[in-house]
């Protein structure tokens, strides 16, 4: 099943990909997925996490299977046979997801998606990004990233490379960032804080970034508040391109910088980033890129 469906640039629109567990309704932006293909069988691999089903090379390339029925505790399907892989890529990480039934491809706005509160999502451990209702029912999109972190850590953000940058300097410039994660806002905002830049207003979502731009422009205080941005792609009520597009068409704001830093960053989404105007795009794990790529914009 190709899943190459093309959206709009900054329309504020996904595809969701439905798939089920049991009789449980999950979903994944198509934007990260690859293919999707008949279950497979694959060769485990010794004193790996349990999470992980094996290897398989569907064809030149070897892709590790992830079994999401036992990161998910949830029962396994009793006839592998007619389950499916959605093999993704993001986080420069080509990854498969041993799923049940794929039900179809859904296009929403992610004005449409709630945001999980903290009864779901507490203490940084919960792995629904999203919830939408698709035909009287209820789809969790589901963290991708973060279940891939959680069972191999090495592949999340490198924090650690911030302290290879060496002795810097304290800035003041200001900097303003949407990220929709609690867990990632607080990393990056720790990794730059690190890096000597102490001037960062972290917002949840490209709307809440750009209901602070928009005041900013309208009371004339640009320079004072903004010097350069920071967005994910992927986020609830607005998304990054979005922001980005507004912004890059907005005669007062299009000179900020705008830095899209997010699991997304493929070829594709590069080409959609570069129309939209983004000064500069990354993958989520190169933290250390970010703060150089920030003192090029700003001219530190």
């Known amino acids: 099943m190709e899943t190459n469906i093309l959206l709009e640039n900054g329309t504020n629109e996904l595809e969701i990909l439905e798939f089920t567990i049991g009789s449980n309704h999950y979903g994944i932006n198509v934007a990260k997925v690859r293919e999707i293909i008949n279950y497979q069988e694959v060769t485990p691999v010794p004193n790996s996490h349990p999470d992980i089903e094996g290897i398989f090379m569907p064809r030149d390339k070897m892709i590790t299977a992830i079994n999401l029925p036992t990161h998910l505790h949830l029962p396994e399907s009793t006839n592998k046979a007619t389950d499916m892989m959605v093999i993704t890529n993001f986080n420069k990480l080509d990854v498969a997801f041993h799923v049940q039934t794929v039900c179809g491809i859904h296009r929403v706005s992610w004005a449409d998606i709630i945001k999980p509160d903290s009864t779901l999502n507490g203490d940084d451990n919960g792995i629904a990004t999203g919830i939408i209702k698709v035909n009287g029912k209820l789809v969790i999109i589901l963290d991708f990233e973060k279940i891939i972190t959680d069972i191999s850590p090495e592949t999340g953000l490198k924090v650690s490379e911030i302290e290879l940058l060496g002795e810097r300097k304290r800035s003041d410039v200001p900097i303003v960032m949407a990220e929709d994660s609690p ?75 705008v830095v899209i830093f997010s699991s997304l960053v493929n070829d594709e989404m590069r080409k959609k980033g570069e129309e939209l105007g983004a000064n500069a795009q990354l993958s989520k794990p190169e933290i250390a890129n970010l703060v150089r790529i920030i003192d090029e914009l700003i001219g530190m």
């Open 183 to 257: 867990l990632l806002s607080k990393l990056i905002l720790d990794s730059l804080h690190k890096a000597g830049y102490s001037n960062v207003r972290a917002t949840a979502n490209g709307g809440e970034a750009w209901d602070f731009l928009t005041k900013c422009r309208d009371e004339n205080c640009i320079k004072e508040n903004v010097r350069c941005i920071i967005t994910d792609i992927e986020m609830p009520i607005m998304d990054g391109h979005r922001l980005t597009r507004l912004v890059k068409t907005d005669d007062k704001l299009k000179d900020i910088p």
